[in-house]
């Protein structure tokens, strides 16, 4: 089969197109002809080196989400035959023709979604859910601070926190306010010209969110914990802008009962990762279609346009996700 590889960490510009043998079948395994796969900022790490070998996770072609259909079966799975429509996450292995995912994480596609659109769904989804509502607990009535809302998990979670009735406030580039308003946002900021920060308060009459959601890092930490209200939660969900300096006050932690809770998916076991699709899937799965949620397509490549795709990523020009077909 057709994969992209690598010889060496590198610029987008050292991904290829190689054969590669098909993958082998587990107990646990589905087989799966790829039609779609997502593009993930993991997926500039791998490239570049950040995990430190180039078979980080379940294989050494790199790719964390796929779209298509199942070709064979492991002896353990269940509930799934040859010839169904599938997307999910995978350990590694997205970037090719064909995968394998371990049938725990793979989920049906929703009727009246095509491979592009499922491709572009588990990733983000997957997360947003996790880090809104399974470990920051988000409530109907609550304020949320969402960074990055026209982004990949951040469109994601915009959408699910209007979906189950909260006051969504977002950050995004100033062009993409129409689009983040039609997720669901009920205020968008634009974070280039505004601090967010005078903003949240004066929206919030200084009382503070009772949750944010951010993939920035130590550039927002001060001011995401200053802007939580009593009891407030921050689920930090990446490190997009650094990690150096980030302080806060101590004292404010601990008299307003704040939490600050950090997730990564990548570096989780199997089996909390079974659990987060689960969760997922029973929620929000037949929610998604024409009039429910909807994944943000930002652009399309083909297979061998990787290194282009992963370069729109990288210069920052994606607005939703990027998916390559197969």
Same mark, same amino acid.
Do not use: C
């Given at each position: 089969m ?12 050292v991904l290829?197109?190689?054969?590669v043998?098909?993958?082998v079948?587990?107990p ?7 039609r779609?796969a ?8 791998h ?9 980080f ?8 989400e ?10 353990n ?15 590694g292995?997205?970037y090719?023709?064909v ?8 989920m049906?596609?929703p009727d ?5 659109q499922?491709?572009?769904i588990t990733?983000?989804f997957?997360?947003?859910?996790e880090a *809104? /509502?399974?470990?920051?607990r988000?409530? &109907? ?6 960074? !990055?809302? =026209?982004? $990949?998990?951040?469109?994601?979670a915009?959408?699910?926190a209007?979906a ?9 580039r100033a062009?993409?306010h129409d ?5 669901g946002?009920?205020h968008?900021i ?9 903003v949240?308060?004066?929206l919030?009459?200084h009382?503070g969110v009772? *949750? /944010?959601?951010d993939?920035i890092?130590? &550039?927002?930490?001060?001011r995401?914990?200053n !802007?939580l =209200?009593? $009891?407030g ?14 302080t806060i006050?101590?004292?404010r932690?601990l008299y307003r009962?704040l939490?600050?809770?950090?997730t990564v998916m990548?570096?989780?076991s ?6 987060m699709s ?18 943000v397509?930002d652009?399309?490549?083909?297979l061998?346009? !990787?290194? =282009? ?5 990288e ?6 996700k990027i998916?390559?077909?197969?």
């Amino acid at each position: 089969m057709k994969a992209v590889t690598f010889d060496e960490f590198g610029p987008a510009d050292v991904l290829r197109i190689s054969e590669v043998p098909d993958p082998v079948p587990r107990p646990n395994d589905l087989i799966v002809r790829v039609r779609a796969a997502g593009v993930n900022r993991a997926d500039l790490t791998h490239r570049r080196g950040g995990y430190g070998r180039p078979d980080f996770g379940d294989s050494s072609i790199m790719g964390l989400e796929i779209a298509g259909e199942v070709t064979a079966l492991g002896e353990n799975v269940r509930d799934y035959k040859i010839g169904d429509r599938i997307m999910g996450i995978v350990g590694g292995g997205a970037y090719a023709e064909v995968a394998r995912i371990d049938y725990r994480m793979a989920m049906p596609v929703p009727d009246g979604l095509d491979y592009i659109q499922a491709a572009a769904i588990t990733e983000v989804f997957v997360t947003a859910h996790e880090a *809104l /509502i399974h470990l920051g607990r988000l409530q &109907p009535g609550e304020i949320v601070l969402i960074h !990055a809302g =026209a982004g $990949g998990v951040g469109g994601a979670a915009v959408q699910l926190a209007h979906a189950i009735g909260a006051r969504v406030i977002t950050t995004a580039r100033a062009p993409v306010h129409d689009l983040v308003l039609r997720l669901g946002a009920d205020h968008a900021i634009d974070y280039i010209n505004d601090d967010f920060a005078p903003v949240v308060a004066h929206l919030t009459d200084h009382r503070g969110v009772d *949750l /944010i959601l951010d993939f920035i890092g130590a &550039p927002y930490f001060e001011r995401n914990v200053n !802007a939580l =209200a009593f $009891g407030g939660r921050l689920v930090q969900v990446g490190i997009m802008g650094g990690i150096e300096n980030a302080t806060i006050s101590l004292e404010r932690l601990l008299y307003r009962h704040l939490q600050i809770i950090g997730t990564v998916m990548k570096s989780r076991s199997q089996e909390v990762k079974h659990g987060m699709s689960r969760r997922f899937k029973e929620r929000w799965l037949d929610k998604f279609g024409p009039n429910g949620l909807t994944p943000v397509i930002d652009s399309v490549f083909p297979l061998a346009e !990787a290194g =282009a795709a992963q370069q729109r990523m990288e210069d920052g020009l994606n607005v939703g996700k990027i998916v390559l077909t197969v």
